[in-house]
């Protein structure tokens, strides 16, 4: 069978013509290099806006029956230039000026949030010669807005069966009545592993602005080191754990399949990137950590209730206050007569106060309080599993920096460490832990 490789390129590898330029290179230096996904343009600059973003600020403006002709301007001038600079045949000002009017005429915050991805990938069609594929056809939700994979997966084979060479628009799909609905926010990633996963691709490439996952977050350690190997589980904690580089989600889809996914900067062709591998793959850092991410903003809701280990019904009780208030538990680390909530902040909004009293009625604690404020970092790798010494260097590091350690947990498959620390100590933590183990 002939091999092909779908390959996704980020925002910020279509973020003008002369990234564009790039991208076309790229694409067209591999011929299995047949089905490929764009995001939206994002920042060419550090004060840049991504199209998305405007996007959803002209749906907001809009619902407001406001005027949104100055934040459209920016994108229609983005796409302007791109057009112009690559001289492409294709009536822009048409497309753009029809997706106004629907903005206008009050479509839904999905519709206009995908439209980045939808004229982004009008013009990388065109320029690089390849058919244009609505995502609406292909990636297919059901009434409800849920994801139909198996109705997703039939059509890619049906549709692009018969086309050798597509763009498909990343981020959204529809409903089967055409109503428009996206992935979250970075779920082009999704859409490039669908359909890799769809034409039995070889290999999914996902083209991005750094050189593959690092160990840490570039905005915190200056050029860390990019991770070779790094297994589907390891990758996944990090991306839940705040590296975006690869949307979490995105790795359901291609580990089943076994297919494996390459990161790549296409702003430096030679780099290998990273290469994401089989859970069971020979561990490539044995001894030591393969990453380090963090997310600021959780509270911790801490309640002691002397021998609460011996009423049978306290944790279903505790959980069933947050289950009706639709609150979802990070963490739940306890001892004999406490146990402590690690909630993401943003759930709780204004409901924290009635969540407190619930517990009180319900679950009759001696004590409850509440801290805000806590961040997460979690220390990721497979060499970590049965090696000494590893949390050992992690404390040192944060002691040594002063950093207040508020709590930990080891996940049973000893692939994570989590630690809380005050927000403020976010990018601190995991810089010293970086500088411990490299
Ligand atoms: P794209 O637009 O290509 O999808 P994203 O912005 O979603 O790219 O993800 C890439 C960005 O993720 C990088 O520019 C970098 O700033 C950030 N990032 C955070 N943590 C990491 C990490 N551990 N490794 C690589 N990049 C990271
Ligand atoms: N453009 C969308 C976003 O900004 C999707 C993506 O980039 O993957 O979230
Ligand atoms: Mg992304």
Known sequence: MEEIIVAKFGGTSLADSKQFKKVKEIVLADERRRYIVPSAPGKRYKKDHKVTDLLYMCYQLASHKLNFDEVYGIIEKRFHDICNDLKLEIDIGEILSEIKEKIRAGESRDYVASRGEYINGILLSEYLGFEFVDAKDLILFDEKGHFDWEGTNKKVKELLG????????????????????????????????????????????????????????????????????????????????????????????????????????????????????????????????????????????????????????????????????????????????????????????????????????????????????????????????????????VFTALANEGINVRMITQGSSELNIIIGVENDDLEKGIAAIYRAFN
């Open 162 to 393: 018969s086309i050798s060479t597509a763009v498909i628009p990343g981020f959204y799909g529809a409903k089967p009545n055409g109503e428009i609905v996206t992935f979250s926010r970075g779920g082009s990633d999704i859409t490039g592993a669908i359909i890799a996963r769809g034409v039995d691709s070889i290999l999914y490439e996902n083209w991005t602005d750094v050189p593959g996952f690092l160990m840490v977050d570039p905005k915190i350690v200056d050029n860390p080191k990019p991770i070779e190997t790094i297994t589907y589980k390891e990758l996944r904690e990090l991306s839940y754990m705040g590296a975006p580089v690869l949307h979490a989600e995105s790795i359901f889809p291609v580990r089943e399949a076994g297919i494996p996914i390459n990161i790549r900067n296409t702003n430096s062709i030679e780099d290998p990137g990273t290469t994401i591998v089989n859970d069971l793959s020979p561990i490539a850092n044995v001894g030591t950590i393969t990453g380090i991410a963090g997310k600021k903003d959780f509270t911790v809701i801490a309640i002691e209730k002397t021998l609460m280990n011996q009423e049978k019904d306290f944790y279903r009780k505790l959980i069933t206050v947050l289950e009706t208030n639709d609150i979802t538990i990070e963490h739940m680390p306890s001892s004999i007569d406490s146990v402590s909530l690690i909630i993401p902040s943003a759930q709780l909004n204004s409901k924290l106060d009635k969540i407190i009293e619930e517990i009180r009625i319900y679950c009759k604690p001696d004590s409850i309080d509440t801290y805000p404020n806590m961040a997460l970092i979690a220390v990721v790798g497979r060499g970590m599993i049965r090696t000494k010494g590893i949390s050992a260097k």
